[in-house]
């Protein structure tokens, strides 16, 4: 499998000379020097000759996003299946194994990654917000990283699946031109023009992906904090089959990169939008939520096989790729560069969770070091609120079946129902990688608790964080008659979230 797009490169693209020049120099600039010539403009600086904008060299650069997917790849310590395919990414590129979303659901980790910003800075925090009567606007100055590719000749694409067979997903919180993309595939370009290319891949959402050699539900170990029983195994593996399945898409899709002869300038990012859709995964702050792969390839221009453990944003991902292209990177950008002068590690990650659908929420998360910090802003609603789209799941649904029959009594899956929640979690990662031990009352860790909420309160003044205030009665009654309307097959469906609307207006009023 292996030699299917195995390659070696024998050229130099001039950022890709230019990350190791710096790299090599310890070389430093003035940021504002950096955004006036750009990536490749610093090389010329450095050795002077053309910029990687008057060049033909330029990379073409290639985002593979994944759905609802956790880190459950062989590279990641899996044992279950073998993903010979990212594995071969991740030995040839760069991984950076402490990778957070901002949001861990679609609409919001999308937007911010489009444009390289904070969901909450940007007023983009609620997941399918303003696609009703209430529309909303980007803030002045904040633009999306596909005009700043167009602006700088390339040919931008968006498509879905490893096929590129339709438009791939967008699912952003905020108006924008419908000429954003140039098409669904790269092939639409002019001859040598670079492009940047999405590959939008259905991930963890297609528990139903036929592999050659499904996995047994007898074979899966369940993480500790889920019961051990046949619903769950069997949902278990599904999603195994569904990572099995990205592995052969993005062996796909490289393939099709070397048979194309555009793997020698092409720069891969593979991540996924956010983790697996289960109680503790997608919409919540935990790892299994918010913690996802993310590896950059691109042979001969970084360091083949290194690890790294600095924290990261899945947002950097956007201005590492204007770095690779020698884009000047916007200075109100939250996103940053993890290549060259401009690389400075962040010393924490701010994740963040808001309403979800019908379901009003908002939990803010810090990590810095080894611990985990949580916030409830709702504490007086159980984990598992009401939301129809969740609880349409077997698995959910099961989850709800044994704890009304009292079977997760004393197991950490009965915290998933219990009110109040604790108003703060905080979590030693390295001792209790499950999360499972809240250390909030431990005196010992007291300093840890004041420095991590003392973090958490500055990012959001800082930030702006919009969701400071409560999304307005009007801009939810807006957005639930679109999400309403689009369940007209479905009336039990429509049933279950009026009722829910109901319940969080009620709990509202209560003050809860």
Known sequence: MENVWYFMCEREWQVGAWVAEI????????????????????????????????SKTRPNIVWIIAEDMSCHFCYQGETTIQTPNVDRLAREGVVFNAAYVTCPVCSPSRSALITGMYQTTIGAHNHRSFRGKIKHDL??????IPEYFKEAGYYVCNGANALATGPGKTDYNFTYSEDLYDGKDYS???????????????????????????????????PPYYPDDPVMRQDWAEYLNSVLNVDREVGEIMARLEADGLKEHTVVFFITDHGISHARGKQFLYEEGAHIPFIVWAPGHIPAGDVRSD???????????LFFAGIPIPEHLES??????????????????DRCDETVERIRSVRKGRFTYVRNFYPERPHLQPNAYKDAKKIVIRLRELHGEGKLAGHPAERLFITPRPKEELYDREADPWELKNLVDDPTHAET???MRGILDAWIQETNDRGQTPETEAAYDAD??????????????VRVVKGNIAQMKAWAAEGK
């Open 23 to 54: 790299t090599n120099k310890g070389f430093t600039m003035d940021r504002r020097v950096f955004l006036r010539t750009g990536g490749a403009g610093a090389l010329a600086l450095l050795c002077g000759g053309t910029t990687a904008t008057e």
């Open 139 to 144: 803030p002045a100055l904040v633009r999306m």
């Open 188 to 222: 639409g370009r002019a001859p040598g023009q670079p492009f940047f290319m999405q590959f939008q891949l259905h991930g963890g959402k297609n528990r139903r992906a036929k592999v050659e050699q499904p996995v047994s539900p007898d074979a899966v170990t369940l």
């Open 311 to 321: 924290l990261v944003a899945h947002i950097d991902m956007a201005a590492t790729s």
């Open 336 to 353: 940053r560069p993890l290549f060259g002068p401009e690389a400075h590690p962040r010393t924490y990650v701010v994740s963040a969770r």
């Open 449 to 451: 608790l004041a420095e």
């Open 480 to 493: 639930m008659a679109v999400y309403l309307e689009g369940q007209t097959k479905s009336p039990d469906y």
